[in-house]
């Protein structure tokens, strides 16, 4: 066994003799579940079940898998060696099963799959992986708010993007590179993207509390186009994040691979990858007429005080090319739960000219307590700001369109063009009526 990091390589396959058994079954319908288990030695103890898959036999009849299986384990909470379920892992394996009662016997050896010898130690894949952005993560922290950063499981050392502060919906455009073991692009295990919230830690190191994970198959990226083999960086795709892998979706991911052999080496080094240029961009003047707030409700015993919101325009943009933009905030003047603002509030900000990368707005609602020495989090909210300018963007462009048809009817209905038209009858019938009136 061969044991780095996080990542173990067994290269073991059962002996035949071992994987016969007899059973009181009819069919293989009836054999119903079976078990994997990852076992632990202890130093007291002796060797106990740590993590478990449990499958159905009726999943594993074929008897030619040319590429492994990777089934998520779960903690076995009798042991409760590991203590969160994203830490039991994953295994990649092959199984057969074969019902020899009604099919006869086998010789293993003269499959074409299982009588190939083990490779000893398979070939390297080098991948890059384009993180664009995240959207709609869980909220981790007291202010509703969560400091998102993603950790990619690689064969050596997990690697992992900066951290973004006080964002649900945050942007990287950054690139992280790893390695993976695997012979072919078929044999390449599920990519494994973990998104955490880091806790500032006082004294020593900080901590971080596990959000979601996103559990991306290579065939799964090639079908969404946001996988290739050469140097380039191919268009992202959103793959949903979940903090459980059959729990409902914690949010998403935009990003896309390139996997390229170990001796391979890219044009540009990490440092010099930049995917803000990748991304169409334009200056945009943003204008918001916050009237007020209903509704209100207080996180504690006494009642809202004086409500804001604060507009989290950091966000919009990659940290790179975000360092001028400050937040905005309105003022807490109104009292009770449900206040009116009526505040305008103008901005300019580069945005993605393209639907598939434009970012949400972030929004905190809190509490004046105190004389503002307290300021408890009332709530959060989400404002799309992106499909809301590309929304505009469509509507203003349907106008003009429409506003041309008109200019172009009228001057054929003045060179006496285009009288069959219905837009030109429905224009001489109200100047008709204008002048009858």
């Not at 998520?72 to 909470?77: I, Y």
């Not at 992986?129 to 950790?151: H, I, N, W």
């Not at 580069?350 to 598939?356: A, I, W």
């Not at 404002?383 to 172009?408: D, F, H, N, Y």
Request: aromatic residues 10%; charged residues 25%.
């Amino acid at each position: 066994m061969f044991n780095k990091g996080s990542y173990n390589r067994f290269n073991f396959r059962t002996d035949v003799n071992m994987a016969e058994f007899t059973a009181p079954y009819l069919n293989m319908e009836d054999i119903g579940g079976i078990f994997i288990y990852l076992k632990k030695k202890f130093k007291l103890g002796g060797v106990k079940n740590i993590c478990y898959y449990r499958g159905h036999a009726k999943d594993f009849t074929n008897e030619t898998p040319e590429n492994l299986t990777w089934v998520q384990l779960l903690p076995d909470k009798a042991v409760n060696e590991v203590k969160e379920p994203h830490k039991a892992g994953l295994v990649g394996l092959k199984i057969s099963i074969r019902d020899v009662t009604q099919f006869g016997t086998v010789d293993w050896a003269e499959n074409p799959v299982w009588g190939k010898r083990l490779p000893r130690r398979p070939g390297n894949k080098k991948v890059r992986a384009y993180v664009f952005q995240c959207r709609d993560l869980p909220a981790a922290d007291s202010d509703g708010t969560s400091d998102p950063f993603l950790e990619f499981v690689d064969s050596d050392v997990p690697q992992r993007t900066e951290v973004v502060n006080d964002n649900l919906n945050p942007i990287y455009y950054s690139a992280i590179e790893m390695m993976y073991e695997a012979n072919s692009l078929d044999e390449l295990p599920p990519f494994i993207v973990d998104c955490y919230d880091e806790d500032q830690a006082l004294v020593g190191k900080n901590d971080a509390d596990f959000l979601a994970r996103a559990t991306i198959y290579y065939k799964d990226a090639l079908e969404k186009g946001a996988i290739t083999e050469e140097d380039t960086v191919p268009r992202p795709a959103w793959f949903p994040l979940r903090y459980s892998a059959k729990g409902p979706m914690s949010g998403e991911v935009l990003l896309s691979f390139a996997v390229v052999d170990d001796d391979f080496s890219f044009a540009k080094t990490l440092e010099y990858v930049h995917l803000e240029d990748d991304v169409p961009m334009a200056e945009f003047q943003v204008s918001m007429n916050i009237l007020g707030m209903r509704g209100l409700q207080s996180p504690g015993l006494l009642p809202v005080k004086k409500a804001f919101v604060n507009f989290n325009l950091k966000g919009l943009v990659p940290p790179k090319i975000g360092t001028n933009l400050k937040n905005l905030k309105t003022v807490a003047k109104a009292p009770g739960a449900n206040p009116t603002i009526n505040t305008l509030m103008r901005f300019e900000v580069p945005l993605p000219t393209e639907e598939l990368f434009c970012p949400r707005l972030s929004c905190q609602v809190y509490d004046t307590v105190f004389a503002g020495f307290s300021q408890p989090i009332i709530g959060n909210f989400t404002i799309p700001i992106g499909e809301l300018m590309l929304s505009l963007k469509q509507e203003r462009t349907s106008e003009i369109k429409a506003l041309r048809t008109v200019v172009e009817t009228l001057g054929k209905v003045a060179r006496g063009e285009a009288r069959d038209s219905m837009l030109a009858k429905s224009m001489r019938s109200m100047v008709a009526a204008e002048m009858g009136a």
